[in-house]
């Protein structure tokens, strides 16, 4: 059975490390610009898409107020999730959830987000904000079961020298 809990560094650090941080996709989603408005059409990719994301060393330190939950199943970090508080704008901001692929649809991102979600509930904020790519289409489709809706996009968030062409960062709350 999977638990959630409060994140302990340095503890958990090197588990939250070995989370498997990449996905794989045979779809995404192209944003299709007029000069008046935006649109999200689903594209089919051929090979499948891989997409990882590097370890970022500073969970946890880099954002004033940033929380960190951790889902374990019989004691083995199976999920993480990073959040903070703006209080500015009475909104959390999901920065982070990676679910091992072996733990991947059995509900333990579900649960991150559930905690992200009371977390922001008891500190009185309104919404939970979170960014991702149009590449990460199971993450798109994970976040609308959950009820996040889009809310906007940069097309320049990115930068293309590191990114895939045509990548670009979408907001859900």
Known sequence: ?????????????????????????????????????????????????????????????????????IAEDSGTIVGFATFAHEHWNSRTTLWHLYVAATHRKQGVGSALVEGVIEHARSAGMRCVWLETSTLAYPAIQFYRRLGFELCGLDTSLYDSAVTLPGETALYFA
């Open 1 to 69: 059975m999977v638990m959630v809990r409060s994140v302990s560094l340095p503890d958990d650090l090197a588990d939250i490390e070995a989370l498997d941080r990449s996905f794989t996709t045979d779809r995404i989603y192209r944003v299709v610009c007029t000069p008046q408005s935006f649109a999200l059409e689903e594209v089919p990719v051929h090979p499948p898409l891989c997409k990882h994301y590097p370890f970022e060393a500073d969970l946890g330190e880099g954002r004033e107020g940033e929380h960190g939950l």
